[in-house]
Structures are given as structure tokens and as C-alpha cells.
């Protein structure tokens, strides 16, 4: 009888904690084992919430995926959901079907906030900026030469 009344236990925190927001396999069992549950009840939980469709770490990726992919990079995107127990298989697989396009959210953020590019002290600060979010150095020189090629036609 104690098993079963600790297993719904476990269930109802994995539940409380679904609430708030979408978690994935591995938060979830971090904060029950926080709280104390045997790692046979946190496993039960898991299970069923997983069954019943409220975990699913192929929908977490794809969700956060498209949410962060236009201020951050697909590295860091990847470093993050790693550390939130998702695959890097999954991460591809998701990244994929999202459609990710970095170099245009990198032109996206140059024509917004660097003006002046054409300084190399600006342009050093963007490219820094950019890899410290997680963009692909090739990515990064690919969009500030192109950026640099349309203020050049714009002038002529």
C-alpha cells in the first residue's frame, strides 16, 4: 500500500511541476530524486506520464528549437538542450524539421543593430557577439561579407 500511495506521490509532484511548464525526462527526474523518491517510483511517474503524452523530449526539442532559434545559435541551442538530458540525435533530428536558419538571423540582427560594420572594431564586436550565442563562424563571415556587399550597392 505504500508504494502505490509513494508512486502517485511521485506522480503528482512530475504532474505540479508539467504545470508550470513542459519539462524534459531528465529535469523531472532530477526533481523528484530532490525530493526524495526512490528511483522505482520516479520511474513508475515517468512512465506514465509518458504514456498519457505530458513528456515528450522530441516535442521539448522542437519547442524550444523554435523558440530560442532567432537569438541564439544552433550550438548553443544544442549545449542547452543537452544539459536538459536531450540527445544530440534528437537535437538534429529537430533542428532539421524546424528549418533553423542562422545566416539569416544573423543578417537579421546586423541590419538592426550594427550600422556601422565597416569599422573592423565594430565588426570584430559583432562577430564576438555572434559566436557568443552560439552561431557557426563560417555562417557569421558568410553574413557580414554579404552584409558589408549590400552597404557597398547601397552607396554606389
Not at 528549418?99 to 565588426?123: M, Q, W
Not at 557568443?132 to 557597398?152: M, P, T
Amino acid at each position: 500500500m505504500e508504494k502505490q500511495c509513494r508512486t502517485y506521490s511521485a506522480f503528482d509532484t512530475a504532474a505540479y511541476y508539467l504545470s508550470f511548464r513542459d519539462r524534459t525526462k531528465k529535469e523531472l527526474t532530477d526533481k523528484l530524486t530532490d525530493k526524495g523518491y526512490s528511483l522505482a517510483d520516479i520511474e513508475d511517474a515517468i512512465s506514465k506520464l509518458e504514456l498519457y503524452g505530458y513528456i515528450n523530449d522530441e516535442n521539448y526539442a522542437l519547442s524550444y528549437i523554435k523558440g530560442n532559434m532567432k537569438r541564439k545559435g544552433s550550438k548553443l541551442i544544442a549545449m542547452e538542450l543537452a544539459r536538459k538530458g536531450i540527445d544530440k540525435e534528437i537535437f538534429y533530428q529537430q533542428a532539421e524539421l524546424s528549418g533553423i536558419d542562422e545566416f539569416g538571423a544573423i543578417e537579421a540582427v546586423l541590419r538592426k543593430r550594427y550600422s556601422d560594420i565597416a569599422n573592423d572594431t565594430t565588426r570584430r564586436k559583432a562577430y564576438a557577439y555572434f559566436m557568443r550565442k552560439g552561431y557557426k563562424s563560417d555562417d557569421i563571415n558568410r553574413a557580414i561579407s554579404n552584409f558589408l556587399k549590400q552597404e557597398d550597392n547601397l552607396e554606389i
